[in-house]
């Protein structure tokens, strides 16, 4: 082989590669980016390190999925910016810690079918109780604001406001320690014998968490993509008046949409302050930053982007909060402003027309 | 003339500052295409959407079977049997065709026979019938708009420009399906530009002019009155042919 043909056989077969790796990460930036980020941090440290970082990273990211995942709808369909969404969180949050501490006796028993006469009546009390909020809310606060971004910020920061006061009325202002259930605490040891990642301790409870929120964006895409009601809901997405012009009440449908966000929010709420076991009413404000981030960078009003992005969220906080503890803050912010220079729409925007 | 299903009266609608519609009298009679003629900025598309209650009527009365239905909400008329086919065909671009047409069956599930109905009119659907909408042709875009209206039977169909844009090979299969709309007394309220698809169409006439009826009566006296046409519309057949 001549060096001319050898140049041309260099410059042909990269560029077939190239052509389709740009394509990849044209048509799946949201895979893309999560294996980017994957690979770059498995080359960064120890593989058991690594598997246990992504195994937290993803059950972050699945409650903040459950957290954000409301509001993009709210966002989406609505055209609501609800900034009170964090009270909900911290209201589920609350409300879920109060069934553990009341059923406090099943939840110290050892056995898993016993813990869950605690844990399915706390979730459950969180789901209904930051639903129902938010069916007042929705009445109350925002339906005199649809259609005007500024009062909306107004009305739902004061909202919140006053949802955070009230629970320091009803549980008091200081922290609250919630009993994680017995058969929840501990963790599964990986086989010795498998090669590399042999021995890992995985935490129980984060696993239940990746299970949960995979689960949950299971039941959600299959919603959206499957039923009469989700096609009802990417059709409002795109004109609300032709909703209505075929005859459906595209306010029953928001307020359905606000109040089941507002019970996912209380849900995720519930599920956090069984992982950090420790809670307090501003919890929700701090964990907005991740569900703003996550919505703006997932793409707002879509489901699948806002579950990718809270995935990538979970792990960059993981990833970087243990090479460099500092910066780990800063990681999440720098991922979305990272994203949307790339994809100013962000990963999977859902197109207004 | 046939008893009428939809009368207006003395309707007048706003849009922002702007005084659209001044005191709209039209009568539709049941069970026949009644064509809404007039210039650009006549008021005739403000005239559907405030039938449809997408305008607000800020004085007069808006009359269905009887009923008034001045005020209500779009969703209640829209259930009273009314269907509206926008300028714009109002299509969710992003749903597949049979997405569209799903929501468009609000009764619950599609009538197969009426389905086919509705394919032997557009074949088209039929083809793209699991493609988002939004990859659809001009022609393609327009024939769902219209297969969305008729999916149930409907009392009244408000279609406003379905020629726009479209191509004359096009036009004429739209022509097609309205003449068997026409033939099963379906009650139509068109709004046309295209003289020559009105007047094949149209049963009765009436003709806007700066935000009222200026004059009503059967299509066949407008279309054999060339006078008439240029003073009504500023045209005569003469001309636009």
Known sequence: MSAHDEMIGQSERPQGVLARFAAFRENKPHIFLLLLMMAVALLMMD?????????????????????????????????VLNLAHGAFISLGAFAGASVLVWLSSQASEPSLLINLAAILPALGFALVVAGLLGLVFERLVIK?????????????????????????????????????????TGAFLLPEALPVIGGVALEKYRLIAVVLGLAIYGLMTWIIERTRVGILIRAGVESREMVEVQGYRIRLLFLGVFVAGSALAGLGGAMWAMYREIITAHMGDELMISVIVVIILGGLGSIKGCFYGAVLVGLINLYVGYLEPRLAAVATVGLMVGVLMWRPQGLIPVIKV | MAESILSLSGVRADIDQYHILHGV??????????????????????????IMGLTTVTDGKVRFRGEDITGQPTPRIARK????????????????????????AVDGPMDPARLDWVFDLFPPLKKFWNRAAGNLSGG????????RAIIEPRELLLVDEPTKGLAPAIINDLAGAFEQLKQQQVTVLLVEQNFNFSRRLGQSAAVMNDGGVVWSGQMTELADNDDLQHELLGLGLGEHQ
């Not at chain 1, 990273?57 to 459950?66: H, S, T």
């Open chain 1, 47 to 79: 593989p058991r390190t690594w598997v246990l970082l992504t195994i937290s990273g993803l059950a972050m990211g699945a409650m903040v999925f459950l957290m954000a995942s409301g509001m993009t709808l709210t966002f989406g369909l609505m055209n």
């Open chain 2, 25 to 50: 009298d039209l009568e539709v009679p049941a069970g026949e295409l009644t064509v809404l003629l007039g210039r650009n900025g006549a008021g005739k598309s403000t005239t559907l959407r405030t």
């Open chain 1, 144 to 184: 005199p604001v649809y259609g005007d971004h500024l009062k909306q910020i107004l009305v739902t920061v004061g909202g919140s406001i006053i949802i955070m006061e009230l629970i320091h009325v009803v549980w008091g202002p200081n922290e609250i320690p919630v009993p994680r259930p017995e058969a929840l």
């Open chain 2, 81 to 104: 049997g009314i269907a509206f086919v926008p300028e714009n065909m109002g299509i969710f671009s992003l749903l597949t065709v049979r997405e569209n047409m799903v929501l468009a």
């Open chain 2, 140 to 147: 393609q875009k327009q024939m769902l708009a219209i297969a």
